[in-house]
């Protein structure tokens, strides 16, 4: 999913105005909304069409609370994605569609693999939109306090999509949080973003590859995809690395790395170089290693999630045939609830390691808590929140 709704699922804390929420109806609070957007320039017609007889609907709240991204292991997460048939049914659209996808390429700078690798990941090449309707699904998160502030500006944009006389309201679906059509584009990215590739003087991301592969060739393009350029690699560590510069902020050149005894998966050494890039470990340290340069970056902005960027870094090297990925299956491959997560971020910050309020994501600053703890006992400082982590917090703090 695009951009804006992951990035934020890193703050779970809303704004005090959607606190608010839970003090009114949905009724009142809808009422207030399309008063909203008449102010904004919506025309009363979208505002009657699209914001009548909605209900608040609780699946959606359901599924906000337990995305994989977060409650699966890099493992499970991969192996449930990167898969024999996405990777063949892939290299068959790259050749159903090369004609397209070179033209896109050449207007935008962006190989045709990963423009299928984003589709193969956000939507299985098409093969599932979501059928959710994008009006109710983003009129239950607006209302819901946690996020509400976000999602009642992209359900506002979505208003405008349809004023625009891009898609009809009945026709605007997709997934639960509110992201549509193939490449799964939430409402502001659309507006930013999204091409009229066909040059029919409308966008449908819906039926339309042009438009769909238009859209994003052009949003990779102006968020600074480099041409040319790796997204990066597996690589092999040695046994004696700093586990600590394993951070993507910690950016070296690719001979520094080499210096310091980094080398490609296959043991063979890093070609000298003076590009710029991050050691990562999606499993911790006994999980597999990457070497991740800008394009990674970009693939971020996409959606933040090291997990999903990696998959699809790797589903585009996999479709021109580069190998699989070699190392790190023996890690601990338990995952972290967010129950469990949350238990850690407590124990941690008293300990005296803040790893922020416990809200049960284990972001960066969960991860920073948990390297600092696991130096002062002396263990390998990879900063991965694991359930052996946790059991060491539970046995330490047991004994006290």
Do not use: C
């Amino acid at each position: 999913m695009v951009l804006f709704f992951i990035a934020l699922i890193f703050s779970s804390v809303a704004h005090s105005e959607s606190d608010e929420n839970s003090e009114i109806s949905f009724e009142a609070w809808l009422a207030d909304l399309r008063d909203e957007a008449l102010r904004e320039g919506i025309s009363a017609e979208t505002v009657r069409l699209a914001l009548t007889d909605l209900e608040v609907v609780e699946r959606v709240v359901a599924l906000d609370r337990r995305q994989p991204e977060f409650t699966q292991t890099f493992w499970s997460y991969f192996d449930a994605r990167i898969t024999d048939w996405r990777i063949q049914r892939g290299k068959r659209m790259l050749k159903k569609h090369a004609k397209l996808l070179a033209e896109i390429e050449k207007q935008y700078g962006v190989p045709a693999r990963y423009l299928v690798a984003f589709w193969g990941m956000e939507t299985n090449y098409g093969n599932y939109l979501g059928k959710h309707s994008t009006i109710a699904s983003l009129a239950t998160l607006a209302y819901d306090p946690r996020r509400s502030t976000f999602f009642r500006k992209q359900l506002i944009n979505a208003l405008r999509i349809i004023d625009q006389g891009h898609v009809k309201t009945e026709d605007m679906v997709g997934s639960w949080a509110g992201a549509m059509g193939h490449l799964q584009f939430m409402p502001s990215t659309f507006l930013q973003y999204a091409a009229d590739g066909d040059n029919d003087k409308r966008i449908d991301l819906w039926e339309s590859l042009p438009d769909v592969f238009a859209s994003g060739g052009h949003y990779l393009k102006s968020i600074g995809w480099r041409y040319g350029e790796l997204w990066g690699r597996e690589v092999r560590l040695p046994s004696d690395f700093d586990w600590q510069q394993a951070t993507l902020k910690n950016r070296q050149t690719v001979d520094y790395w080499r210096s310091r005894g980094v080398t490609k998966a296959d043991g063979r050494s890093l070609a000298k170089d003076k590009t710029l890039g991050s050691i990562i470990l999606p499993q911790g340290a006994a999980g597999p290693a990457f070497l991740v340069y800008e394009n990674f970056d970009v693939i971020m902005d996409w959606n933040r999630s090291i997990k999903y960027a990696i998959a699809v870094g790797h589903l585009a090297d996999r479709l021109i045939e580069l190998p699989e990925l070699k190392g790190g299956r023996n890690a601990d491959n338990r995952p972290l609830s967010f129950d469990a997560a949350k238990e850690m971020q407590q124990r941690l910050n008293e300990l005296g390691f803040d790893a922020g309020t416990p809200d049960g994501i284990a972001g960066r600053k969960t991860r920073e808590a948990v390297r600092s703890y696991q130096a002062s006992i002396g263990l390998v400082a990879d900063g991965f929140p694991s359930v052996s982590i946790l059991e060491k917090l539970q046995q330490q703090q047991g004994a006290d």
